[in-house]
């Protein structure tokens, strides 16, 4: 054996002996240093391992383990039960950490069935302020945050925790474009607007079904949405389509399949709702009708003012409006909005049962001006801050008042002025009225 093979045995045997608490045994005659026998066992050793893990684990590179070889130098001499040996010219390394067959078939998996992703943490039930949360992804509660900054003292914001956190469907959006308030000549014509972040524009479904319809139309709930352009949330419906069915010559488009509604209160995931125009369905949260069909008293949203147009009445968040009575004569049913307002809305417009979602919306706290600002909105100006020219209240030295009546920016007065020329005969009791007699 030559020097350098007796200085790597000896350094070899040197490492095992630190490592099981062997005392070292000086090297009087082995030939250089304790030093020098056992940076050259190491380097065997190191090798040797890198060159097992290698075979092992064939997608990641023996470099890797080069550095880390010094954590392994403390396996036994002898290679136990299942132990991996690897032949290195006449000689084999051996002590590398013991390996099953089964966990040899692990390391040989790819790396996504090995790992899998961590189970979703339960969300904690109550806030730091005692308040209980709402698993009811319609109707979330608000929550108040920490007072850790002075905006985070007043900020109250909807929990959105259960709501969906991916994008919208594509085929259902489109893009917007902001006009700083200004109109078609780059003119100001809405004070007070411009940034904000960019956002998308979801095409909803006010209709829900067409106005050519016949029969039920079936949707099931997919998941509830956060919508930027309005106060409510929006629910995704997946539709079941026959397309054996089809009329021929039918061109298809995603509307057949998904589409996005003013998400009603109440409704679950998995929920199927029904819409139609000729007949009756069940009087239940989110099915579609038209108010011929409903009993007197139930409560609607989504109200279209002429049959076909589409829901233009009660889409804010928590709005809503009751039946009071349906005149077949006239072929009017009258209703009572979120105003006090009693109204005549035609028996064939066709409405949505039930509330609108997020009632909580009203209770809702920005705490900042720079959230209204990310929204859009900047901040008002008030006329006897401006210049005469800008405002009839501006102009003048120091603090002064508007100097007469308060006046628009145009010169009409603010308060106390009517500005309703002339009723619209299909409203029975204005919110005007209805106010005064409530008192």
Wanted: proline residues 7%; contains cysteine.
């Amino acid at each position: 054996m030559s020097t350098s093979s007796r200085l790597v045995a000896r350094g070899v045997r040197l490492l095992r002996g630190a490592s099981a608490g062997v005392a070292r045994a000086p090297l009087g005659s082995q030939g250089g240093s304790r030093r020098s026998c056992e940076d050259a066992g190491l380097q065997v050793l190191a090798s040797g391992r890198a060159a097992a893990f290698s075979a092992v684990r064939p997608h990641m590179v023996a470099e890797r383990w080069l550095a880390g070889a010094s954590r392994w130098l403390a396996a036994p001499t002898t290679p136990p039960h299942g132990a991996v040996s690897v032949r290195l010219g006449a000689s084999s390394v051996v002590g590398v950490r013991s390996m099953s067959a089964e966990a040899v078939a692990v390391e040989a998996a790819p790396a996504k069935e090995i790992y899998q992703m961590p189970k979703k943490v339960r969300k904690k039930m109550v806030t730091w302020d005692g308040a209980r949360l709402s698993t009811d992804p319609t109707a979330p509660i608000v929550v108040r945050r920490r007072p850790t900054t002075p905006s985070q003292r007043h900020t109250a914001i909807i929990d959105k925790s259960f709501l969906w956190r991916g994008r919208p469907v594509k085929g259902l959006t489109q893009g917007m474009s902001k006009t700083g308030g200004r109109n078609n000549t780059g003119r100001i014509t809405v004070f007070w607007r411009g940034g904000g972040n960019k956002h998308k524009y979801r095409l909803i479904d006010f209709k829900r079904v067409l106005f050519t319809h016949v029969g039920v139309r079936v949707g099931v709930v997919e998941r509830v949405e956060y919508d930027p352009n309005r106060s409510a949330f929006i629910a995704l419906l997946r539709h079941p389509v026959d397309e054996a069915s089809l009329p021929a010559g039918h061109k298809k488009s995603i509307g057949d399949y998904l589409s996005y509604i003013v998400c009603p209160l109440g409704v679950k995931i998995g929920q199927e709702l029904h819409a139609s125009r000729t007949e009756t369905v069940d009087v239940k949260p989110g099915n579609s009708m038209p108010l011929k069909f409903m009993p007197v008293g139930t409560v609607v949203h989504n109200i279209e003012l002429w049959p076909g147009k589409g829901g233009q009445m009660c889409r804010s968040a928590g709005t809503s409006a009751q039946v009071l009575e349906r005149n077949e004569s006239k072929g009017y049913a009258l209703l009572r909005l979120q105003s006090k307002e009693q109204r005549y809305v035609p028996l064939n417009s066709m409405a949505t049962i039930g509330a609108v979602s997020n009632p909580n919306k009203k209770n809702e706290v920005l705490g900042k001006a720079g959230r209204n600002r990310w929204k859009g909105f900047r901040s008002r100006v008030r006329g006897v801050a401006m210049n005469p020219v800008d405002h009839p209240h501006g102009g003048g030295e120091g603090k002064k008042g508007t100097g007469g009546p308060p006046l628009t920016p145009w010169g009409k007065q603010t308060k106390g002025f009517k500005t309703v020329r002339k009723l619209n005969p299909l409203i029975d009791l204005p919110r005007w009225k209805a106010k005064r007699q409530s008192r």
